[in-house]
C-alpha cells in the first residue's frame, strides 16, 4: 500500500515539474515573441527587435510579475512616443501567451 501511495506521490510531483518547466517555457517565449511584436510597432529594426524581445524574456524572469513588465514596456511606448495603449499591450500579451501556450504543447506532444 505505501508503495502505490509513494508511486502516486511520485506522479503527481513528476506532473507538477512538467506542468511548471512548460509554463516557464510558455512564459519565455510568449516575452519573446511580444517584445518582437512591439519592437516592430516601436519603428525598431529587425536587430533591434530581436533584441528588444530577448530583453523582455530577462525582465520578466528578474521581475516575477507581470504588471513590472507592463511597467517598463509602457514607459519604452512614452519614450517612443508611440500611440499604443496600456490595452493593447494587455491584449496583446494574452495573444502571445495563449500562441505560446499552444507551441510548447504541440512540442511537448512531439517529444513524448
Do not use: C, H, P
Not at 49 to 78: C, F, H, Q, S
Not at 79 to 103: C, G
Request: glycine fraction near 4%.
Amino acid at each position: 500500500m505505501a508503495d502505490k501511495f509513494e508511486e502516486r506521490e511520485q506522479a503527481f510531483e513528476a506532473k507538477f515539474k512538467l506542468d511548471s518547466e512548460q509554463k516557464f517555457k510558455a512564459q519565455s517565449r510568449s516575452n519573446k515573441l511580444f517584445g518582437q511584436w512591439l519592437g516592430k510597432k516601436l519603428g525598431m529594426s529587425e536587430a533591434e527587435w530581436e533584441a528588444y524581445g530577448k530583453e523582455l524574456v530577462i525582465t520578466r524572469m528578474d521581475a516575477l510579475e507581470r504588471e513590472d513588465l507592463i511597467k517598463k514596456v509602457m514607459k519604452d511606448i512614452a519614450a517612443r512616443k508611440a500611440n499604443i495603449t496600456e490595452a493593447e499591450v494587455r491584449k496583446e500579451m494574452d495573444r502571445f501567451y495563449a500562441t505560446a501556450i499552444e507551441q510548447v504543447a504541440r512540442e511537448q506532444g512531439k517529444k513524448s
